[in-house]
């Protein structure tokens, strides 16, 4: 909102200093500044009323060392999450544009799915919360209008050819700015090859001429998986206090790079990487997530003052996905995001060789000594506050790691 009343003052009044509203990079800093404000003050008002309203964390007996002690703990704190992002973000963003539309649709709808979650868990007593099947339809619905929007929005617009023509050519005058050529694509990037463009549409090529036509029926799908495996391994990461939030804020800053690079012509030419008009808008929401997150470790941190909850964690692997998939990186997931993929992996290798032990033995057997991965550490008499450091360390290796795939090709 304030982007378009210092407009209204640049352009139409001509007040001096108006003008810097209409950088990214000063909107993006004003962004994160406030949403760490915003969680950090009024992080303790909303645990408070969490508190009053009985909001409390039922701790399963885990046999874990001090699992005990954080029952009654209260819970929901993505909400904190929810409103240090969504304050800056209708602040200081172009609120027209369609890359922010999508990421406050998404912010909002999985922080009502998660919020539904923990609210049966809580008031109703039930454990289990949202049945599986209701949350598995939420998440689906948004890759579906994820998809779909991303597909036949005529906002939504790549150039795939960056880098192959020259943006600015120099001439003994001054330098003229060639019109860039801007389509319609399902293109993504490959990490770790050159010529890394890849277009989903690529793979109905076997159907004939006009086969492009008919790429929403490969790309919607991959979006819909993307978004709902992204935000069910954010879920399963949320076990130890700060580990989500410090891992999502780490792999949600290096997008925030390629996104600040995808969205600038200059850049996106240097580094020869698809140039996507208007989605550097969306670092400014990325400031203000990274902001919030930062800010909700302040509470989160060991030991914990407030856990986010499924209304948290969900909202976190809902928008790490989505932005991902925005900037076409959505390929890099396994690597950014790496703990969130070895926490999925060690429930998933748990259970099924648990279930094969069984029916092959009689007697099921287990790889872990407890799954997720970080419970298997605790298991191990590590404590939590160590597995937390550790994972961010590791966190912040693949996020380099993924940053660099922009040149090592």
């Given at each position: 909102m304030l982007y378009y009343l210092f407009e209204y003052l640049d352009k139409t009044l001509n007040v001096s200093g108006t003008g810097v509203f209409q950088y990214i990079t000063f909107r993006s800093a004003l962004a994160f500044l406030l949403s760490l404000l915003l969680s950090t003050v009024f992080g303790k008002r909303i645990?408070?009323?969490?508190?009053n309203q009985q909001v409390g964390e039922t701790v399963r007996e885990l046999g874990l060392a001090g699992?005990?002690?954080?029952?009654?703990?209260?819970?929901?704190?993505?909400?904190?999450?929810?409103?240090?992002?969504?304050?800056?973000?209708?602040?200081?963003?172009?609120l027209h544009n369609i890359y922010i539309v999508l990421l406050i649709v998404t912010t909002l709808w999985m922080g009502t799915i998660g919020f539904i979650d923990d609210y049966i868990k809580i008031f109703k007593k039930d454990k289990e919360?949202?049945?599986?099947?209701?949350?598995?339809?939420?998440?689906?619905?948004?890759g579906l209008i994820v998809g779909v929007v991303l597909y036949f929005s005529p906002n939504v617009t790549v150039r795939t050819d960056t880098g192959k023509n020259d943006i600015?050519?120099?001439?003994?005058?001054?330098?003229?700015?060639?019109?860039?050529?801007?389509?319609?694509?399902?293109a993504t990037t490959i990490p770790f090859f050159k010529n890394n463009e890849f277009d989903y549409a690529e793979l109905l090529a076997w159907t004939g001429e006009g086969y492009e036509k008919w790429a929403w029926l490969i790309f919607i799908p991959v979006v819909i998986f993307i978004i709902t495996a992204v935000s069910n391994g954010a879920n399963l990461t949320d076990?130890?206090?700060?580990?989500?939030?410090?891992?999502?804020?780490?792999?949600?800053?290096?997008?925030?790079?390629?996104?600040?690079?995808?969205?600038?012509?200059?850049?996106?030419?240097?580094?020869?990487?698809?140039?996507?008009?208007?989605?550097?808008?969306?670092?400014?929401?990325?400031?203000?997530f990274v902001g919030s997150l930062i800010g909700f470790l302040w509470y989160n941190s060991y030991p914990a003052s407030v856990f986010m909850g499924d209304t948290?964690?969900?909202?976190?692997?809902?928008?790490?996905?989505?932005?991902?998939?925005?900037?076409?990186?959505?390929?890099?997931?396994?690597?950014?995001?790496?703990?969130?993929?070895?926490?999925n992996l060690s429930v998933v290798l748990q259970v099924a060789y648990f279930k094969y032990t069984k029916k092959r033995f009689g007697e099921g057997k287990r790889i872990f000594l407890?799954?997720?991965?970080?419970?298997?550490?605790?298991?191990?008499?590590y404590h939590e506050s160590k597995i937390v450091t550790r994972f961010w360390i590791v966190a912040i290796m693949l996020a380099i790691l993924s940053i660099v795939t922009l040149k090592l090709r």
């Amino acid at each position: 909102m304030l982007y378009y009343l210092f407009e209204y003052l640049d352009k139409t009044l001509n007040v001096s200093g108006t003008g810097v509203f209409q950088y990214i990079t000063f909107r993006s800093a004003l962004a994160f500044l406030l949403s760490l404000l915003l969680s950090t003050v009024f992080g303790k008002r909303i645990i408070n009323f969490l508190r009053n309203q009985q909001v409390g964390e039922t701790v399963r007996e885990l046999g874990l060392a001090g699992q005990n002690e954080k029952a009654g703990t209260p819970t929901m704190g993505g909400l904190i999450i929810i409103f240090a992002t969504l304050v800056p973000v209708m602040l200081f963003s172009k609120l027209h544009n369609i890359y922010i539309v999508l990421l406050i649709v998404t912010t909002l709808w999985m922080g009502t799915i998660g919020f539904i979650d923990d609210y049966i868990k809580i008031f109703k007593k039930d454990k289990e919360g949202l049945k599986g099947i209701f949350k598995v339809f939420g998440q689906v619905g948004l890759g579906l209008i994820v998809g779909v929007v991303l597909y036949f929005s005529p906002n939504v617009t790549v150039r795939t050819d960056t880098g192959k023509n020259d943006i600015f050519k120099a001439t003994t005058e001054n330098v003229i700015k060639e019109s860039p050529v801007e389509e319609k694509s399902t293109a993504t990037t490959i990490p770790f090859f050159k010529n890394n463009e890849f277009d989903y549409a690529e793979l109905l090529a076997w159907t004939g001429e006009g086969y492009e036509k008919w790429a929403w029926l490969i790309f919607i799908p991959v979006v819909i998986f993307i978004i709902t495996a992204v935000s069910n391994g954010a879920n399963l990461t949320d076990g130890i206090d700060g580990l989500a939030a410090g891992t999502s804020a780490i792999s949600v800053l290096a997008l925030g790079i390629f996104t600040f690079l995808s969205g600038n012509i200059i850049f996106s030419n240097y580094l020869n990487i698809m140039y996507i008009p208007n989605s550097g808008e969306m670092t400014v929401f990325i400031a203000a997530f990274v902001g919030s997150l930062i800010g909700f470790l302040w509470y989160n941190s060991y030991p914990a003052s407030v856990f986010m909850g499924d209304t948290g964690s969900l909202t976190i692997g809902g928008v790490i996905a989505v932005l991902a998939i925005a900037v076409r990186k959505e390929l890099l997931i396994p690597l950014l995001c790496g703990i969130f993929l070895v926490e999925n992996l060690s429930v998933v290798l748990q259970v099924a060789y648990f279930k094969y032990t069984k029916k092959r033995f009689g007697e099921g057997k287990r790889i872990f000594l407890m799954a997720p991965l970080h419970h298997h550490y605790q298991k191990r008499g590590y404590h939590e506050s160590k597995i937390v450091t550790r994972f961010w360390i590791v966190a912040i290796m693949l996020a380099i790691l993924s940053i660099v795939t922009l040149k090592l090709r």
